[in-house]
């Protein structure tokens, strides 16, 4: 929720439903700040998604040909 945009009602309707107008309305709206935050400083945005791919096929059952796919993310 925004002090510009319509609240949302329990996360699922209203609110910013007009993305593009909401997105340029974010940027024009960033502030410049000294600070950076980053979880995984020394991570790229490449390894926290594969990282990601990983820990979702953990949770799965495979067959042969998935399991060697998987393993090559490793």
Same mark, same amino acid.
């Not at 945009?5 to 502030?31: C, D």
């Not at 700040?33 to 990601?52: G, Q």
């Given at each position: ?5 319509? !609240?949302?009602?329990? %996360? /699922?309707? *209203? *609110?910013?439903? &007009? $993305?593009?107008?909401? %997105?340029?309305?974010?940027? @024009?709206?960033? &502030? ?10 020394? &991570?790229?945005? !490449?390894?926290?998604? @594969? @990282?990601? #791919?990983? #820990?979702?096929?953990?949770? !799965?059952?495979?067959? $042969? #040909?998935?399991?060697? @796919?998987?393993? !090559?993310? /490793?």
């Amino acid at each position: 929720n925004t002090k510009v945009f319509p !609240k949302t009602n329990f %996360l /699922i309707t *209203g *609110g910013a439903y &007009l $993305e593009e107008y909401f %997105l340029a309305w974010s940027r @024009n709206s960033e &502030l410049v700040t000294n600070y950076w935050y980053s979880a995984y400083p020394d &991570l790229s945005i !490449k390894n926290v998604n @594969n @990282n990601t #791919r990983i #820990r979702v096929q953990l949770s !799965k059952t495979h067959t $042969e #040909r998935q399991a060697a @796919n998987f393993l !090559k993310l /490793i």
